[in-house]
């Protein structure tokens, strides 16, 4: 089975603050691991990709296989990181499973 | 480029309507992928196609169907239309089905609400 799950649904935090959005997966094999963003009145849109192990907008995640688990950190929250936050995990026959989501509200 | 763009943005039906939706992929991208985004949830994968044919499908009825055309471009038909039909569904266009590296572009949506 392929499952990601995403268990806070909102996350709030002061700007300057840490912020960790947890992602879960379930999945048999190798996975490929994604966030995508989607900012107010915007389309959803990739933020970051596990294979690359890249930092977009200070953002970074790392893929814990023994915990199944991506998580996605920032050390210090900016109000324009504001959003709704997706895990998405590639699958089997190449479709993205996501997750249900995190709304991160960032207060000044 | 104009990247994904789907049509219409907007859309009411009734119940047991017919109802298609249109995406057009960012140039030069051969596979189409289709979600539904019901309020509150993750996009749910309905169908991929790839140079015309479909690659893949989840677990909706068969009243969805999907096309894909020689340009690329692709429709989305759904039957029968019920009230959880609503929803906002999401377009994803991609080089290839497998793109490791990139993921997918996605298009704005067209939000369906069934009367």
């Known amino acids: 089975a392929q499952r990601v799950t995403q268990p806070e649904k909102l996350l709030s935090v002061f700007k300057g603050a840490p912020v960790e959005l947890k992602c879960n997966y379930s999945?048999?094999?190798?996975?490929?691991l994604f966030w995508y963003v989607q900012y107010s009145r915007q389309r959803l849109q990739l933020l970051l990709r596990?294979?690359s192990r890249e930092s977009i907008k200070g953002f970074t995640a790392d893929l814990n296989k023994g915990e199944t688990s991506f998580h996605l950190k920032k050390p210090f929250a900016q109000e324009e990181d504001s959003a709704m936050y997706y895990c998405?995990?590639?699958?089997?026959?190449?479709?993205?499973?996501f997750g249900p989501g995190t709304r991160l509200s960032v207060l000044p | 480029d104009a990247g994904v763009t789907q049509s219409p943005t907007h859309l009411i039906k009734t119940r047991g309507q017919h109802v298609t939706l249109r995406c057009s992929p960012i140039?030069?991208?051969?596979?189409v992928s289709w979600y539904q985004q019901v309020l509150g949830q993750g996009p749910q994968f309905i169908f991929q196609?790839?140079?015309?044919?479909?690659?893949g499908r989840g677990n909706f009825p068969d009243r969805f169907s999907a096309r894909q055309f020689p340009n690329y471009s692709s429709e989305l038909n759904v039957n029968a239309l019920l009230l959880g039909d609503s929803a906002l569904y999401l377009c994803?266009?991609?080089?290839?089905?497998?793109?490791?590296?990139?993921?997918?572009?996605f298009g704005s949506g067209t939000r369906l609400t069934v009367v």
């Open positions: 994803a266009s991609s080089v290839n089905p497998g793109q490791r590296i990139y993921g997918y572009t």
């Open positions: 999945y048999s094999g190798s996975p490929e």
């Open positions: 596990h294979i």
């Open positions: 998405a995990l590639k699958g089997y026959g190449q479709n993205f499973v």
């Open positions: 140039s030069g991208h051969k596979s």
């Open positions: 196609y790839y140079e015309k044919e479909e690659r």
